[in-house]
Every structure is written in C-alpha cells, then in structure tokens.
C-alpha cells in the first residue's frame, strides 16, 4: 500500500509540473510582454466597468486597483457594444499611451442580439488595435448566465489567435447567484464586484510578474524577495 501512495504523490506531483509548466508558457507567449512600453492601466468595458447601480469606488476596476496598488483608469461607459468600445478606442485607450488594457465588453452585444461574427470581429480589431502600440491586452471571457458555449469558444478564439491573455468566463458564479447580483440580473452588486476584481487580480499577478514594467509604472512595481 505504501508503494501506490508514493506513486499516486508522484503522479500528483508530476502533474502539478504539467500545469505550472503549460501555464508558464501560455504567459509567455502574451504579445508585448516583454515590450515595457506605454504609460497606463486601463479599462475597456460597459455598464459592469463603469459600476452602474453600484458607486464609482465600488466598480472593479478601482478594487482591482486597490488590490493589485496599481492606478487603473476606468473607460467603461454604460450601454456599450463591441462596436462602441471600438469607435472610441483611440481617444479613451490609445490616447492615453496605455502599457496594459483590461477588455471587458461582448455583454451588450448578446442582449442585443447582435450577430456573433460581428462580436469576434470587433473584439479582434480592438486587441490588435491596442497591440500594434505595443500594449499588453487581457481579454475577460464574458458569461453572464445565459451565454452558450459558443460564445465561450469565441473569446478562447480570440485570445489564442491574437495572443491576448484571457481571464475565462469572468463572471462564472457572479451573475447567476443573487448573492452576487443586483435584481436586474445583469449587474454586479457591490459584493460581485469585489469578487470580479479579486478572481482579475488572482489571474493578473502572474502576468504582472514576468511582465516588463515601463518606467512610468516602475514605483507600483512589487518588491520581488
């Protein structure tokens, strides 16, 4: 008996490794990692980055900014589809010489029953928008319930094919359990939003750590020891 938990602790073990070794890679191979360039921290997104029915401080993105130190700028505008975010990309993101951008929209896209092709064609355009200024782009996979597995694939799609990084099915448990919701079942409420932020900030710290900084974040840099 002793002979098959060492094997299963090895197996254990030997699997962890895989994990940790995949998981390694897949950072790595985030575009412009490594390119240290732009000034911000930025948010792209609708109504849940904005914080609507909640207060401004309340929002993640200004959690997200208190848990990770960081200064985050919050471009999220109420009611915003794919094609909004887009339009106003060069003025709210690119504008401000952005170093790494949180993309938060498709949202309003499915309730609006926009096509899904439309959808993934937007969201590209905006990461390799972004990208083509050397910045860093994290894609938060949308699901608020009700999507289906197709919209799933998509950000995978996406994300693999533009090399972003993605945050998947961002608000899994948020959106779909009234503890976290507010009754129009379509918004974070204050407690939803401080659990977005820290599954954001969980995912992002890794990024943040093999990530070159630009000199202008370098002070909010943590101490590695």
Request: aromatic share 8%; proline share 4%; with cysteine.
């Amino acid at each position: 008996m002793k002979k098959y938990r060492w094997l299963n602790f090895f197996i254990l073990m030997l699997c962890s490794l895989l994990v940790f070794t995949s998981c390694s890679n897949y950072i790595d191979s985030v575009k412009n990692l490594k390119a240290g360039a732009g000034k911000q921290v930025i948010v792209l997104g609708d109504s849940i980055a904005s914080g609507y029915g909640v207060e401004e401080k309340e929002a993640f993105p200004s959690v997200l900014s208190q848990e990770l130190g960081l200064p985050i700028i919050n471009r999220g505008v109420s009611g915003d589809t794919t094609d909004m975010g887009l339009k106003r990309l060069q003025t709210d993101v690119i504008a401000a010489e952005p170093w790494l951008v949180i993309v938060e929209l498709g949202g309003n896209d499915f309730l609006r029953k926009f096509p899904k092709s439309e959808t993934e064609k937007n969201l590209r355009q905006i990461v390799t928008s972004i990208q083509e200024k050397s910045a860093i782009v994290v894609l938060l996979g949308m699901n608020l319930g009700l999507f289906t597995d197709e919209y799933k694939t998509l950000y995978q799609r996406v994300a693999k094919e533009t090399n972003a990084y993605l945050i998947p099915e961002s608000l899994k448990g948020i959106l779909d359990n009234p503890r976290y919701r507010q009754e129009d079942f379509i918004h974070p409420n204050v407690e939803g939003h401080k659990l977005l932020a820290t599954r954001v900030a969980t995912e992002l710290k890794p990024l943040l750590a093999k990530a070159s900084w630009p000199s202008a974040l370098m002070q909010f840099r943590p101490i590695k020891k």
